[in-house]
């Protein structure tokens, strides 16, 4: 609490906020023209509806390429262009299906997903004994008693996290190394309860990684309704064993981009500010919150600069990042062009979140002077109940902070997000036009304060 | 900015703030017993699916009292008692019709409902002309060329507004009023543009109220969507006339009631505080959000109250009022007995504006002294990302105000509400259980709060 009176009364000083009023205005002229003429919610729509699923390297991520350079030259921004990355091919070519057989012989459906990048079953299934772990503590109890089983990793997120990120976090090393660990003691393949927040009866997939160390075994996510029916029957003796067919792998690496729409500085053009999303989604999915919703807002950002005639200091880039769930190659390629183009990466801000009602935006650098100026400009966004807190960031801009990029993340209310993130219910449907445009408002009129007075 | 230093200085100095570790510790407790275990969703799907509508004065509304005084005994609420008011009785006799009659004869079906308490039309419907206005300044310019006339009034809630219930209030007028300010020029029926943030084909109902100096017309709402078919028809002049038939009207008073819970309390018996929501809905919706959400919260409190075994000083009464929507009959009548019963009425917290995601409560008293007090609670709320504001209140706990109570709100995000407020899209599936739960929280957070230190 102290803190933040700090934080305040620097805001009063700070040479960075000296124009409140003038700024205040052309906030609300933003954020204004945005909720009542943006384009966001309807290019959304394109991208859900008419492009739909876009996992990098499928076909869909190929044409969400192209349509989202055509959306930001129709915007108006003064380059669009492509960067070339390698991303890795990961197809899923047939249905996942799984079943519970019970003791008595019979078969009841369940609904899995497989987990991004793994290696799919035989053509034939898979077929074994069960054995359900809390967690890696119980996992490494049981050590060589997993042997020829299927693992089953029962661990909820966890509902007392008020933030929901957090409960994501906790339960995410169960799908990212689930699989290895218990290949190491010769199971013959995992299920993972989803990430999910809710109960329902929608698999939610997402990126693993095998430790090249041991058998690369399928690994799959069941329905949190389901892991509780599996769970239930284990516990009452009521299971035989559990089949899986799951046909997907790694095909290779195949050429892919990030789309970049710019306005370029008219006084300092070396100056770059970046706002992106990532423009490929899962393939069960049309990553409408995720991340549909970061990419359109950020070419708002440019929308509406180019609408109401907003000519900046500094160049103003909007960036499609690619391959951000399965590999970050795109992130990860902008930042290496960065390091050897001369230009200044001064700041970046993404929206990776969620297409929600904006609770705030998240500023990190290691300079905590830089992240004070830009939490001084507080008092211009109470209007929108959004904060400036320290600390955020996003995947993609991640290797950016190298370079000494100003890192800043658009932190949407969390409540909804893991319902529906990586499962097939994250559609256009979910997302609120309102919120969405809310949180361009404050994105672009945050990154028309960098372009104003830097970082 | 400044001022709100001053609050938090306050709080740092106040009597009333001064167990904040001990206090934190008990705020999560409560919250996170809601988060995991809370009852609120589940017995707000009993409310949408097994009850649905409950209109004052209909069967549904009736059974609502039962069910949630059984709810509220099963929670272990000391006493659970019906508090008895005459509400209006008003009823919908047929499904709502209209059609755009074009210049060519054809017709078009129109999506609309009968705004509350208004009176139907004929049974054989009624058809005339149609004049458009954007706001009561164009219907005073026009006066008596609306004769024999349907008043179309097209003015649109305003996206500008970035809280909604602002737009809300700002448009809320034609509704009410709508009708009897165009019978005062001959007009013969109104249809207006619902009050919705969002395009789409669900007309909202909602009160409206005669002038008892003109005719009683027929007034409905129109959908969004339908209200643009509607001006672009007419604005092309293609349209001919326009048919309503709305089968409704008031059909004098009948017996209901409000529901109390209460916890009584073990040091100050007859200091009372209030938490409520209101258990009448329209009758086209199942009054999830508006304001199902309210009484499963109130409701929650009780019951965290007793699964924790905290005892209050005071005495808690959870409160279901009834007809907040066409009469206010069950507020002002608490208010009535409150008045007389020898009791003080500390404190009251009404839940009616949404089941979303918890922004802040927001604090009402003539004595701003009072009002800062509970804002220096505000450093325990940010954990759960809530604010204490200044300012707010329910129409049901309004009437407290004459005893001297401190009114108090929760406000919740307001970006979806009038999506499908008062629509037949306030569904159960519209609510998120984490949003509620978080919400149910922070209020039993603050009566815990009330309890402890007193208003």
Redesign the interface.
């Known amino acids: 609490?102290l803190r933040?009176?700090a934080v305040?009364?620097a805001?009063?000083l700070s040479p960075f906020f000296i124009h409140a009023q003038e700024d205040s205005v052309m906030m609300r002229k933003i954020?204004?023209d945005i909720?009542?003429r943006g384009k966001a919610y309807e290019n959304l729509r394109f991208i859900c509806k008419k492009i739909g699923p876009r996992l990098s390297g499928s076909p869909g991520g190929a044409k969400a390429v192209v349509e989202t350079a055509r959306m930001m030259r129709e915007m108006g921004a003064d380059t669009v262009y492509l960067q070339e990355c390698m991303v890795p091919k990961w197809v899923r070519t047939g249905r996942d299906t799984a079943a519970l057989i019970m003791a008595n012989g019979k078969g009841q459906p369940l609904k899995i997903t497989a987990l991004g990048n793994s290696e799919g079953t035989a053509a034939a299934g898979l077929r074994a004994n069960v054995i359900e772990v809390k967690n890696f503590e119980e996992l490494e109890q049981l050590k060589d008693q997993v042997k020829g089983k299927i693992v089953f990793y029962n661990y909820a997120m966890n509902?007392?996290f008020?933030?929901?990120f957090n409960a994501y976090g906790d339960a995410g090393k169960y799908r990212g190394q689930g699989a290895s660990r218990a290949s190491k003691y010769g199971a013959v393949g995992v299920i993972i309860r989803s990430l999910a927040?809710?109960p329902d009866d929608f698999p939610h997939t997402g990126a693993m990684s095998y430790d090249s160390a041991y058998p690369k075994i399928p690994a799959v996510a069941i329905s949190t309704n389901d892991a509780d029916v599996l769970s239930n029957a284990l516990r009452k003796r009521m299971v035989s064993q559990v089949y899986i067919k799951a046909q997907c792998g790694m095909q290779g690496e195949v050429l892919s981009h990030n789309v970049v729409g710019e306005i370029r500085g008219s006084e300092y053009p070396n100056e770059v500010i970046t706002v992106g999303g990532h423009i490929d989604s899962w393939d069960l999915a049309e990553g409408a919150h995720d991340d549909g919703a970061g990419c359109v807002q950020s070419m708002e950002v440019i929308r509406v600069f180019k609408d109401l005639g907003i000519k900046p200091k500094r160049t103003i880039r909007a960036v499609m990042f690619q391959n951000e769930e399965n590999g970050l190659r795109g992130g990860s390629k902008y930042a290496d062009i960065a390091a050897k183009d001369g230009n200044k990466y001064i700041f970046a801000l993404e929206s990776d979140a969620g297409g929600f009602?904006p609770?705030s935006i998240g500023v990190s650098h290691e300079d905590s002077v830089k992240v004070n100026r830009m939490r001084a400009w507080a008092?211009l966004f109470e209007?929108?109940?959004v904060k400036i807190n320290a600390g955020g960031g996003g995947a993609d801009i991640g290797p950016l902070r190298k370079l000494g990029t100003v890192l800043a993340g658009l932190q949407p209310?969390s409540?909804?997000y893991f319902?529906i993130h990586h499962a097939a219910t994250d559609v256009f449907e979910a997302v609120?036009?309102?919120?969405l445009h809310?949180g361009a408002g404050v994105m672009a009129g945050f990154i028309y304060l960098v372009d104003k007075y830097g970082n």
């Open positions: 609490m933040s009176v305040v009364l805001g009063l954020v204004e909720l009542v509902p007392r008020v933030r929901t927040s809710n009602t609770r008092p209007n929108y109940d209310d409540q909804r319902d609120s036009r309102r919120e809310l």
